[in-house]
Structure formats: C-alpha cells, structure tokens
C-alpha cells in the first residue's frame, strides 16, 4: 500500500525543500549521480541533474559545468516544458558548452520532432545576469 501524497518523503521527483530566513529551496542531490538547487524565490535552477521533475516550470536555467551529473537533463526539462506550453526558458553555461548543447538539444527536437522554446547564453567568469528584483546571478570559477 503505498502511502497518502501528505506523507511520502520528498525524493528525487519533487525535491527536498528548505528555507533560511526569506530564502526558499528545493534541491536533490547524489554525488557522481545527480545534482539540482533551485532557489524558489527567482525561479531560478542551479544544474538540473539528468533532468528532475521539480525543474520543469522554472525561468532561468544555470549550468555550471558540463558533466552529465548536473546537466544531461536539459533536453529533458526543454522537452516537458513545451509540452506544458511554457514561456521560453533562458539557459545560462559556460560559454565554451553552448555549441554543444545547442547541438544536443537539436537531436532531440529532430528525435521528438518538435521544436522547444529556449534562449541559451554564454556566462563566463564575472558574467552578471539580472533575474529579479535585486537578485542577480555572478559567475566565478571553481575548481
């Protein structure tokens, strides 16, 4: 018998969720497996795992780095949200990434045969992008 919604644990479809102060989150995270933080209050995403449910109606996208841990979900999270009929999401990557991923999610659109709705930028080291009222974003490097 599998338990009501109200007393399931949160996992890897819906996130864990936690807040400090005004500041809310939800992320999911497994070392070498998959790795999401999404910060509630800009609907902005840190990495998106290989793509976890709880991502999909969020804005802003922020890869911060290629391994498949924290970014292989992106033709996933496209793909759902233009079946959901969501506004353009804006992608944020390293810019030596785009190229690549741009060709990646090419190959799924032409597998599914749609088209998503997406801007994908460049963000390099001291890139800023503003993504709401006093919330902007800052790239740095990390090692």
Known sequence: MNAPA????????????WSYK??????YS?????????????????????????????KYFFITHGHSDHASGLPYVLSQRSLWSLPPAHI?????YVENFKKIISIYQEMEGY????????LDHGG???IGKDITVEAFPTY
Do not use: C, W
Request: overall charge neutral; aromatic content about 16%; proline content about 6%.
């Open 6 to 17: 109200t007393f399931r644990k949160p996992g890897l479809s819906s996130g864990f969720k």
């Open 92 to 96: 944020y990557m390293p810019s030596h």
């Open 115 to 122: 088209t998503y709705d997406y801007h994908i930028h460049g």
């Open 30 to 58: 497994i070392a070498g497996v998959t790795t999401s933080l999404v910060y509630n209050n800009a609907g902005a995403v840190f990495d998106l795992g290989q793509g976890l449910p709880f991502n999909i109606p969020y």
């Open 22 to 27: 005004d500041h809310h989150f939800t992320g």
């Open 128 to 130: 800023r992008v503003e």
